[in-house]
């Protein structure tokens, strides 16, 4: 089984910054991508961010020159560096692992989100 556990939400002012930790644990084969998805109140899950292996990023438009992703393989430990943070950015931030297991399946997990909150 595997497990993603997200640390560094809270709440900042409008143009702060914050870092979010996601560290992958558990047994398995290889981690393929990980990626930074975030919630706000009465709106759809979007990507915020991902990161794969190879270490090719991409970004969601609205973050761009703003967010940055990043990843210690050997720590399985994804990274969200958020700068310039506007109250839109506000809502839960979820880690999301695209994981190949031993016997070569491949699933997606998700951790637990944190809250990140941007005041004006």
């Known amino acids: 089984q595997v497990q993603l556990v997200e640390s560094g939400g809270g709440l900042v002012q409008a143009g702060g910054s914050l870092r979010l930790s996601c560290a992958a644990s558990?047994?398995?084969?290889?981690?393929?991508?990980m990626d930074w998805y975030r919630q706000a109140p009465g709106k759809q899950r979007e990507l915020v961010a991902a990161i794969t292996s190879g270490g090719r990023t991409n970004y969601a438009d609205s973050v761009k020159g703003r967010f940055t992703i990043s990843s210690d393989n050997a720590k399985n430990t994804v990274y969200l560096q958020m700068n310039s943070l506007k109250p839109e950015d506000t809502g839960v931030y979820y880690c999301n692992a695209d994981i190949t297991e031993f016997g070569l399946l491949r699933k997606n997990y998700w951790g637990q989100g944190t809250q990140v909150t941007v005041s004006s």
């Open positions: 558990g047994t398995f084969f290889s981690i393929n991508a």
